[in-house]
């Protein structure tokens, strides 16, 4: 019994074109089938009971009444939890299902199935939990003190992060100071968590759901459900949206336990409340800043205290407060540095990844503070970055060199460069285009503009020795007398345009113009996540690889076939010359062969941070980008309109160039959201704004035009030149928005998202 | 509860719905078009976007019985044939789409809005589509995409819609009920 699942169309566009989306004629026509659509004959519904209460010990759980009711076939506590009771990425450390304790409002303690969605939610209120609530522990300053409940048996630090770069004692004839604080901001993936589990009636199960990583969720599952990974096969359903939200776990063992315990496919979709509890979050976070500088305006020292809450689990909080204190100066050269960064648990939601990952939090700390020493220096704030801009050959903090390009300055001077919008028309009232928009809160009285100017960095792929890689299967024969390469990864499409770029490499390098990218699933090896910016680079790797190894074998059959070892190539559907003459096609070279070669990309390897410095080669690749914001702010109600944002991003090499595009635009919104509007809002313990009515998304009216430039300087180690995009978009965006509010006002600014009465308040 | 009514030009009936079900859970839960999405169902994201009685709509406020004996259509509604739409034609065109978990109701209030303003400007695409939520495109693409399918939307006579959508009314001051998306 199998759900019917996507069909993405042939696409026959080479590196560099930007073909239409192999997935998108069904996602226009509204037929793509995503994790939420899938359905079965004779599934059930699961639903899962949360815990209302952000720390509390479990005294008791009571089904009786649920199980009675028509149409519920199981409840499922920890008890029911096959193997492994606790999972997580880094450290498992999160129950499957609660066990004694609820560490965080909304965690899941048991489960229900019946035969329609509406019995399971009321079944589940009807499974009563026996709480003894405990005072939660929700300021993480307060979790590193003895005077703090320990919510975790090794303490409630998740990891400290040191960094000792240069001179420990470094002095500075100016130095600024300043403290900032970065709330929690939800991925907001518009599909709810969701996926349907089959039982194969030999005590497997098959999973179709969506998901980041395949293969790290199917070994997971594999733990709590005690079987042997061959009987748990995951299959990639349509993914409306990730952004990180999606690289823990959230339905996939509940659905599988119920699905094996009733012996009944059993479907599970969250609603959006539960969706704000069903993921981890981006950390909020405290940093203290100090910058040292000659007078001159070359930075001499940087000392940063960086502070995140992870919450009630580690999730990948480890990795996070890594990129937190490796990047915590921003992309400029710094002989000496002191960082110490702490993730540390409360009783807040868990947080893990979000793009921009560690990134995101301390750039707006390290460029507040570039502009704050700019005007202590009386210097213009971009001149200022040009100055101590970071360049080929320059170090990171960590003592890493930087190879590649690294064009920071004029990443800047690109910015800077574009022609700002015209100034607000005072003789021509357009209430559209102010702060309030036609709520008519202002006719232009009290209305200032500003420009302010960011500039940001992270690593592409993983870092610290995690293993990084890729596998890719790549299948060349004929159909109808033409030629069809198929490409099959794990890799997780979740919209960023991967199934289309890994049909124009394969296409590309086969010189076909017929390829079609197979389902993502775990009957192939594993394509590491599709988050870090890393999948182009690693999984389009991999597919390179799988068909450089299919074209070897083409030739040696050419060769042997036509007896002859003339230089040729891969094109048009032939073998052609090395003059361009069709020496044969490859229809008639390959009549009924087929040719199948898998391969695994492996970029070099990275290390672990030294624990007391900080100092290794931790890292594989870094992206770079800088964004200029104009804002007008009303002075007066602290109502803000960004009018424009402008940006220059490296990409190394554009695979596709409306999907790179369509990266820079959408990681700009995503960042303006958290400048200007987005807060998962929390008291003691509890998210008081989880639905979309109160946790507002940027909307086509709050984004403003983007200009963009986009470079394309090829990175010397990775294919094609290519190098990770996703993710600095959402990096600088941002911090270049509280910039312009910081200039049209005059305020400091210190904490995002910037709210009213931060502007406003005396 | 049986509810029967007309979608995408066919008389459909959902038999054993249970009575508090949305127009969006019969669509997709019993009539087998899971193309209006499930992502907020309050009202607030636009991603169920539907025609009832050629009124645009958010499904999931809309009752499902308060479409008995109505017509309704959905996104799978605009192309007839294996042609696609010209609003879905552009969408796909100028990489409108990435996750496209909101594309079917930025396509339906899209194609609404070409419906009443053949021409809009920039502004009146901003204000028509403000109630469709996209998390991955930042929109910029998505006002592209509207340009381009004005350009190449046939005059409104000939529009290649079944049911609903052949004579598309203007909406009135509190026609059908809730849901109404402006």
């Given amino acids: 019994m199998k759900p019917r699942l996507a069909a993405h169309a042939a696409v026959s566009g080479r590196v560099g074109d930007s073909p239409r989306r192999a997935d998108g004629p069904q996602k226009v026509r509204g037929e793509f089938p995503y994790s939420s659509d899938l359905s079965v004959d004779g599934m059930l519904w699961g639903s899962t009971v949360r815990s209302p209460h952000p720390y509390a010990r479990i005294v008791a759980i009571d089904a009786t009444e649920a199980l009675a009711m028509p149409g519920v076939l199981a409840v ?138 395949l293969h790290v969720d199917r070994d997971q599952l594999a733990e709590i459900l005690a079987l042997p990974p061959q009987k748990v096969r995951l299959t990639m359903a349509g993914v409306g949206g990730a952004f990180g939200a999606r690289e823990d776990l ?19 979709s969250y609603s959006r409340p539960e969706s704000f509890v069903g993921h981890v979050h981006r950390h909020p976070g405290k940093l203290k800043y100090e910058h040292g500088a ?92 040009r100055l101590n801009a970071m360049r080929t050959g320059s170090h990171l903090i960590t003592g890493q060199t930087v190879e590649g390009p690294a064009p920071v300055a004029e990443l800047l001077d690109r910015v800077k460069k574009m022609p700002l919008p015209p100034p607000l028309d005072a003789g021509r009232l357009d209430l559209t285009q102010m702060p309030g928009g036609v709520s008519n809160t202002t006719h232009g009285e009290g209305v200032r503009r500003g420009v302010g100017y960011a500039v940001g960095f992270k690593n592409v792929g993983y870092s610290e020795g ?120 490859l229809g008639t070279l390959l009549g009924d062969e087929v040719i199948e070669e898998t391969r695994e990309f492996r970029p070099r390897r990275t290390r672990r941070l030294d624990p007391e410095t900080g100092q290794s080669d931790a890292h594989l690749q870094y992206a770079f980008a800088a964004h200029r914001a104009v804002v007008d702010v009303d002075t007066e109600l602290g109502l803000v309109k960004v009018v424009e944002l402008a940006t220059a991003q490296d990409v190394g090499r554009a695979i596709n160039p409306q999907a790179v595009e369509g990266q820079l635009e959408g990681g700009a919104a995503q960042g303006l959201g958290l400048a200007v509007m987005e807060e998962i809002q929390i008291k003691d313990g509890v998210i008081r704004n989880a639905s979309f009515t109160d946790y507002l998304i940027p909307t086509i009216l709050d984004m403003p035009p983007l200009r963009m430039d986009v470079l394309e300087l090829g990175d010397p180690h990775s294919p094609y030149g290519l190098k990770g995009v996703g993710e600095p978009p959402t990096i600088s965006s941002g911090p270049a928005i509280v910039a312009a509010i910081r200039a049209a006002t005059g305020r400091p600014i210190t904490r995002v998202p910037v709210r009213p009465h931060d502007i406003v308040s005396t | 509860m049986r509810i029967a009514c007309t979608v995408n030009g066919r008389a459909r009936v959902a038999q054993d719905v249970w009575e508090g079900a949305s127009l969006l859970s019969v669509l997709r839960e019993h009539l087998d078009l899971s193309g209006s999405k499930n992502a907020c169902e309050q009202g607030e994201c636009g991603s169920c976007s539907v025609y009832l009685d050629g009124q645009l709509v958010c499904a999931c406020l809309v009752l499902g019985a308060q479409a008995q004996g109505r017509e309704v259509m959905t996104v799978e509604g605009l192309a007839v044939t294996d042609i696609l739409h010209p609003v879905q034609e552009a969408f796909l065109e100028a990489g409108a789409v990435q996750c496209g978990f909101c594309t079917p109701g930025l396509v339906v209030a899209t194609h609404d809005l070409l419906t009443r303003l053949p021409q809009p400007t920039i502004m009146e695409i901003r204000e028509a589509l403000a109630g469709n939520i996209c998390r991955c495109t930042g929109y910029a693409k998505i006002i592209d995409a509207v340009h381009l399918a004005a350009k190449r939307m046939p005059p409104k006579r000939s529009l290649p819609l079944q049911g609903a959508g052949n004579s598309l009314p203007l909406p009135e001051e509190g026609a059908g009920g809730g849901g109404a998306k402006r």
């Avoid at chain 1, 960064?341 to 947080?351: D, F, H, L, Q």
């Avoid at chain 1, 190894?549 to 083409?554: C, P, T």
């Fill in chain 1, 76 to 213: 499922l506590t920890h008890q029911d939890v096959p193997g492994s009771k606790v999972y997580g990425l880094e450290i498992q450390d999160q129950p499957v299902l609660a066990i004694d304790l609820v560490r965080y409002w909304g965690e899941a303690v048991a489960l229900v199935a019946a035969d329609h969605p509406e019995r399971a939610r009321r079944a589940a209120e009807k499974v009563f939990v026996d709480y003894e609530v405990l005072k939660p522990l929700t300021d993480p300053e307060l979790a590193l003190t003895d005077a703090a409940p320990l919510l975790h048996a090794g303490g409630n630090i998740t990891r400290l992060v040191k960094i000792r770069r240069g001179d420990q004692s470094a002095r500075a004839d100016m130095v600024v100071s300043g403290e900032f604080e970065i709330g929690m901001q939800d991925q907001a993936p518009l599909g709810p968590e969701s996926g349907l589990a089959v039982p194969d009636g030999a005590g497997g199960v098959d999973l179709y759901l969506a998901t980041q990583w």
């Fill in chain 1, 250 to 268: 959230s339905m996939q063992a509940h659905a599988c336990m119920l699905a094996l315990h009733t012996g009944r496919p059993v479907k599970m």
């Fill in chain 1, 294 to 385: 000659t007078r001159d305006g070359k930075l001499v020292y940087v000392k940063a205290r960086v502070l995140l809450d992870g919450g009630a689990y580690a999730s990948s909080s480890t990795a996070v407060i890594a990129n937190a204190c490796c990047f915590a100066v921003g992309p400029y050269e710094c002989p000496n540095a002191t960082i110490d960064g702490w993730v540390v648990y409360t009783n807040n939601p868990p947080c893990g990844a979000m793009r921009g990952f560690g990134s995101v939090q301390n750039c707006y700390a390290h460029e507040a503070q570039m502009d704050r020493l700019a005007a202590a220096l009386g210097m213009d704030p971009v001149e200022l970055r």
């Fill in chain 1, 466 to 585: 995690f293993d990084d890689y890729s596998t890719a299967t790549v299948r060349l024969f004929v159909v109808s007398g033409r030629p069809r390469a198929e490409v099959h990864t794990a890799a997780a499409e979740v919209g960023q345009g991967l199934v289309t770029v890994q049909a124009q490499i394969a296409g590309t390098e086969l010189g076909v113009s017929d390829v079609v990218v197979l389902e993502a699933d775990t009957q192939v090896g594993s394509a590491g996540s599709s988050s870090a910016s890393r999948q182009t680079y690693i999984t389009g790797g991999a597919v390179k690889a799988a068909c450089e190894a299919v074209r070897d074998r083409v030739l040696v059959l050419a060769r042997s076939e036509l007896g002859r070892s003339a230089a040729a190539r891969l094109e048009g559907d032939a073998i052609v010359s090395a003059a361009g003459e069709v020496i044969i096609t």
